[in-house]
């Protein structure tokens, strides 16, 4: 019985130590200065409200991003973990390049799903001459003009669980 405890101990503390050591490795991972980026001018923001407070329904929506100088955007979202210290931290899940021209402007078109939680939005350019100021959201829906990027929902944000 004692050796049985003694192991158990030893094995908990491994684990203890194991875990420590991979949630310092995405902090890591995802520990982005997301007020260097904002205040930088590398960054631009979109405050999503949530599906209720926007008056809309869950489902794909389309962001545009329009610049006069052309730019490539990682396309993330803002989260945190109080709790563990990480804070301000910026998710990316999609890199694009604005290679396309409509009107003279460099332009850039993205669908994503957009779910009932509030979700903030962050766009980081690699041309801070780029001033990518205009980013619109087509309540509408998907329209006709081909996207640069699709991201559909996970099957949970289905559901909406984490949406």
Do not use: C
């Amino acid at each position: 019985m004692k050796t049985v405890l003694i192991i158990s101990l030893i094995l908990n503390v491994g684990f203890l130590l194991l875990a420590n050591f991979f949630g310092q490795e995405m902090r890591n991972k995802f520990r982005r200065d997301y007020q260097r980026v904002v205040d930088g001018g590398i960054g631009v923001t979109y405050a999503y409200l949530g599906a209720e407070a926007a008056g809309m329904k869950t489902g794909m929506y389309r962001f545009t991003l329009r610049s006069t100088d052309p730019f490539t955007a990682a396309i993330g979202f803002r989260f945190g973990f109080p709790l563990i210290g990480a804070e301000d931290m910026i998710n990316v899940y999609g890199h694009y390049r604005s290679a396309r021209l409509v009107d003279g402007v460099y332009t850039m078109v993205i669908d994503t799903f957009l779910g009932k939680s509030p979700v903030h939005f962050v766009f980081v350019t690699n041309n801070p001459r780029a001033s990518v100021g205009a980013i619109t959201v087509t309540l509408g829906g998907i329209t006709k003009e081909v996207p640069d990027g699709v991201y559909p929902p996970h099957w949970f944000q289905k559901f909406d669980f984490f949406s």
